[in-house]
């Protein structure tokens, strides 16, 4: 899916208590916990990802990214503190420490238009494979992450209102679906961080 809309949101959002739709989707503010972490996150921002058909925008998924409480403000405070939300909104290389830092992320994926598991691994490994090529860092390694990936959902059916469930602390990426969880303890991280580049960027 390759246009976005991801609304980007600060820590207020959770001290606030407020909650973001999208669409027909309400993504709360916080969560006490997230499968394969024991930690409490706070909702960093929410949107959309579609695909360009012709002159029209089809929206595919509503995706909610949340970030460790504990740590991410300070760690992006360090670099980010006193920005303005439209400098940070407009900032690649802002999305770019939230994807890479030292805190762990939960990504909520929660289809507004029916999609296979394959149909969802293809593009998301798509763009991933794309990024990290440019990059030069497309190696062994993340072949095999790509693998391991589109086999976790080769079976899967997702329909409308159903949710897959990312979870990264490093270096483990645990992926939750309503079948069963997937933890890839081994996983290499550049496929953690490049699905969440394909999200945010």
């Not at 959309?48 to 991410?72: H, N, S």
């Not at 405070?77 to 290389?93: M, Q, R």
């Not at 602390?169 to 961080?193: E, F, G």
């Amino acid at each position: 899916m390759t246009s976005s809309d991801l609304s980007s949101s600060s820590s207020s959002l959770a001290r606030l208590n407020m909650e973001l739709k999208v669409e027909d989707y309400t993504f709360c503010p916080t969560l006490s916990t997230a499968p394969g972490s024991a930690n409490s996150f706070f909702l960093g921002g929410a949107g959309v990802r579609g695909l360009q058909i012709q002159d029209k925008f089809i929206k595919f998924t509503a995706i909610g990214v949340y970030l460790e409480e504990q740590k991410a403000i300070s760690s992006l405070a360090v670099k980010w503190n006193g920005k303005s939300a439209e400098e940070l909104t407009d900032s690649i290389e802002f999305f770019r420490d939230i994807v890479t830092g030292p805190f762990e992320k939960f990504i909520m994926v929660t289809m507004i238009l029916p999609l296979t598991g394959q149909q969802y691994s293809d593009k998301v490994v798509e763009n991933c494979v794309a990024a990290w090529k440019a990059m030069g860092i497309y190696t062994e390694a993340e072949s095999k992450a790509v693998e391991e990936f589109i086999q976790v959902f080769k079976d899967e059916t997702f329909p409308p209102g159903s949710s897959i469930l990312f979870t990264q602390s490093s270096p483990a990426l645990t992926v939750s679906i309503p079948n069963h969880i997937w933890n890839a303890v081994a996983l290499d991280l550049d496929l953690v961080q490049g699905q969440l580049l394909h999200i945010s960027l």
